[in-house]
Nanobody
Framework: QVHMVESGGGLVQAGGSLRLSCAAS????????MGWFRQAPGEERVFVAA????????LYGDSVKGRFTISRDNTKNTLFLQMNSLKPEDTAVYYC???????????????WGQGTQVTVSS
Protein backbone atom coordinates (compact mmCIF):
# COMPACT_ATOMS: atom_id res chain seq x y z
CA GLN A 1 0.00 0.00 0.00
CA VAL A 2 1.20 3.52 -0.83
CA HIS A 3 -0.27 6.60 0.83
CA MET A 4 0.05 9.86 -1.07
CA VAL A 5 -0.73 13.49 -0.30
CA GLU A 6 -0.75 16.10 -3.04
CA SER A 7 -0.03 19.80 -2.57
CA GLY A 8 0.73 22.88 -4.61
CA GLY A 9 -2.59 23.38 -6.33
CA GLY A 10 -4.29 26.76 -6.51
CA LEU A 11 -5.51 29.56 -8.72
CA VAL A 12 -3.25 30.92 -11.45
CA GLN A 13 -3.72 33.11 -14.52
CA ALA A 14 -3.38 31.69 -17.99
CA GLY A 15 0.26 31.59 -19.02
CA GLY A 16 1.40 31.13 -15.46
CA SER A 17 3.08 28.22 -13.70
CA LEU A 18 2.44 25.91 -10.78
CA ARG A 19 4.43 23.08 -9.23
CA LEU A 20 2.54 20.18 -7.74
CA SER A 21 4.09 17.89 -5.16
CA CYS A 22 3.09 14.43 -4.00
CA ALA A 23 4.51 13.13 -0.74
CA ALA A 24 4.39 9.35 -0.57
CA SER A 25 4.70 6.87 2.28
CA UNK A 26 4.17 3.17 2.77
CA UNK A 27 5.66 0.66 0.36
CA UNK A 28 9.09 1.56 -1.02
CA UNK A 29 8.59 4.74 -2.99
CA UNK A 30 11.74 4.36 -5.03
CA UNK A 31 10.61 1.04 -6.51
CA UNK A 32 7.27 2.38 -7.74
CA UNK A 33 6.24 3.89 -11.00
CA MET A 34 4.52 7.21 -10.25
CA GLY A 35 2.31 9.53 -12.21
CA TRP A 36 -0.31 12.24 -12.45
CA PHE A 37 -3.86 12.22 -13.73
CA ARG A 38 -6.46 14.96 -13.82
CA GLN A 39 -10.22 15.20 -13.83
CA ALA A 40 -12.21 18.21 -14.93
CA PRO A 41 -15.82 18.71 -13.81
CA GLY A 42 -18.16 16.37 -15.64
CA GLU A 43 -15.34 14.58 -17.40
CA GLU A 44 -13.43 11.35 -16.97
CA ARG A 45 -10.07 11.16 -15.24
CA VAL A 46 -7.31 11.39 -17.85
CA PHE A 47 -3.61 10.65 -17.91
CA VAL A 48 -1.17 13.55 -17.57
CA ALA A 49 2.31 12.13 -17.00
CA ALA A 50 4.21 9.19 -15.54
CA UNK A 51 7.78 8.44 -14.53
CA UNK A 52 9.67 5.20 -13.97
CA UNK A 53 11.11 4.28 -10.59
CA UNK A 54 14.57 5.54 -11.59
CA UNK A 55 13.31 8.65 -13.34
CA UNK A 56 14.98 7.56 -16.57
CA UNK A 57 11.71 7.06 -18.45
CA UNK A 58 8.80 9.48 -18.71
CA LEU A 59 5.51 9.52 -20.57
CA TYR A 60 3.20 12.47 -21.18
CA GLY A 61 -0.33 13.00 -22.34
CA ASP A 62 -0.56 14.78 -25.68
CA SER A 63 -2.24 17.86 -24.24
CA VAL A 64 0.61 18.63 -21.84
CA LYS A 65 3.69 17.69 -23.86
CA GLY A 66 6.22 20.51 -23.92
CA ARG A 67 4.49 22.38 -21.07
CA PHE A 68 4.56 19.99 -18.10
CA THR A 69 7.53 18.16 -16.62
CA ILE A 70 7.32 15.23 -14.23
CA SER A 71 10.18 14.46 -11.86
CA ARG A 72 10.85 12.66 -8.61
CA ASP A 73 13.18 12.77 -5.63
CA ASN A 74 13.52 9.26 -4.24
CA THR A 75 15.56 10.52 -1.28
CA LYS A 76 12.53 12.53 -0.16
CA ASN A 77 9.78 10.16 -1.38
CA THR A 78 8.32 13.01 -3.41
CA LEU A 79 6.89 13.29 -6.89
CA PHE A 80 6.63 16.61 -8.73
CA LEU A 81 4.76 18.07 -11.67
CA GLN A 82 6.05 21.38 -13.02
CA MET A 83 3.28 23.01 -15.04
CA ASN A 84 4.17 25.91 -17.31
CA SER A 85 2.20 27.93 -19.87
CA LEU A 86 -1.02 26.95 -18.15
CA LYS A 87 -4.29 27.22 -20.03
CA PRO A 88 -7.87 27.44 -18.76
CA GLU A 89 -8.44 23.93 -20.10
CA ASP A 90 -5.84 22.67 -17.63
CA THR A 91 -8.32 23.40 -14.85
CA ALA A 92 -9.00 20.14 -13.01
CA VAL A 93 -8.39 18.15 -9.87
CA TYR A 94 -4.93 16.64 -10.20
CA TYR A 95 -4.32 13.21 -8.71
CA CYS A 96 -1.05 11.57 -7.79
CA UNK A 97 -0.85 7.87 -8.69
CA UNK A 98 1.56 5.07 -7.82
CA UNK A 99 2.40 1.48 -8.63
CA UNK A 100 0.77 -0.47 -11.40
CA UNK A 101 2.24 -0.68 -14.87
CA UNK A 102 3.93 1.81 -17.18
CA UNK A 103 4.36 0.93 -20.85
CA UNK A 104 5.53 2.95 -23.83
CA UNK A 105 1.94 4.06 -24.42
CA UNK A 106 0.05 4.13 -21.16
CA UNK A 107 0.14 4.07 -17.39
CA UNK A 108 -2.25 2.05 -15.26
CA UNK A 109 -1.74 2.83 -11.57
CA UNK A 110 -2.59 0.81 -8.49
CA UNK A 111 -2.91 3.57 -5.89
CA TRP A 112 -4.37 7.06 -5.87
CA GLY A 113 -3.97 10.23 -3.85
CA GLN A 114 -6.86 12.46 -2.79
CA GLY A 115 -6.26 15.16 -5.38
CA THR A 116 -5.47 18.87 -5.45
CA GLN A 117 -7.44 21.53 -7.32
CA VAL A 118 -5.78 23.55 -10.07
CA THR A 119 -7.76 26.45 -11.51
CA VAL A 120 -6.47 28.50 -14.44
CA SER A 121 -8.26 31.76 -15.10
CA SER A 122 -8.41 33.37 -18.53
Amino acid sequence: QVHMVESGGGLVQAGGSLRLSCAASGRSFSSNVMGWFRQAPGEERVFVAAISWSGASTLYGDSVKGRFTISRDNTKNTLFLQMNSLKPEDTAVYYCAAGGMLTLREYTPAYWGQGTQVTVSS
